[in-house]
């Protein structure tokens, strides 16, 4: 499975800001959408990500005044990326690693969407559960008076 097969059920809307617009409309953005980030574009480019994540610490360090804080200072920007054929094991494998809850997905300097932890959890379930059934079908349409442990290994 690629990161193709999740944008592609997922759907193409995008949620971004700009580094120089204030924190504050930031966050009522991603409230107004029930999002937990927004990719920050500049120049028709990317620029970084702010997730809930920078949002608390920026909270935290300015002891709730946010009023004259910009999207550039509490963005990432060196956000985790992958391309739309990245393998979902890989990636998988690099949010794990870099504690990345939600991930841009570039075509070379296009934005081709955001992909989330949750996407990706609710990508491997839904493809278990689809091999489940299939298993399942394949056991329950055995040929009478055979054993299954006769059958040929694969």
């Known amino acids: 499975m690629k990161v193709s097969d999740i944008l592609r059920i997922k759907g193409g809307t995008l949620f ?12 009522v953005q991603m409230q107004e959408h029930d999002i937990g980030s927004l990719v920050v574009m500049e120049h028709g480019e990317l620029a970084g990500m702010v997730t809930v994540r920078e949002l608390t610490q920026v909270l935290v360090k300015s002891n709730g005044n946010i009023s004259q804080t910009l999207v550039r200072s509490a963005m990432d920007d060196a956000p985790l990326t992958c ?17 990345a809850r939600y991930m841009p997905v570039m075509n070379k300097k296009t934005l081709m969407g955001v992909i989330s932890f949750h996407d990706v959890a609710r990508a491997v379930v839904d493809s278990q559960t689809f091999e489940n059934k299939m298993l399942k079908a394949y056991i329950h349409d055995w040929p009478e008076g055979q054993d299954p442990a006769d059958a040929p290994k694969l």
């Open 16 to 27: 971004t800001a700009s580094p120089d617009q204030p924190l504050m409309s930031a966050l």
């Open 83 to 99: 391309t739309s054929e990245t393998d979902m094991d890989e990636v998988r494998r690099m949010m794990l690693d870099k504690h």
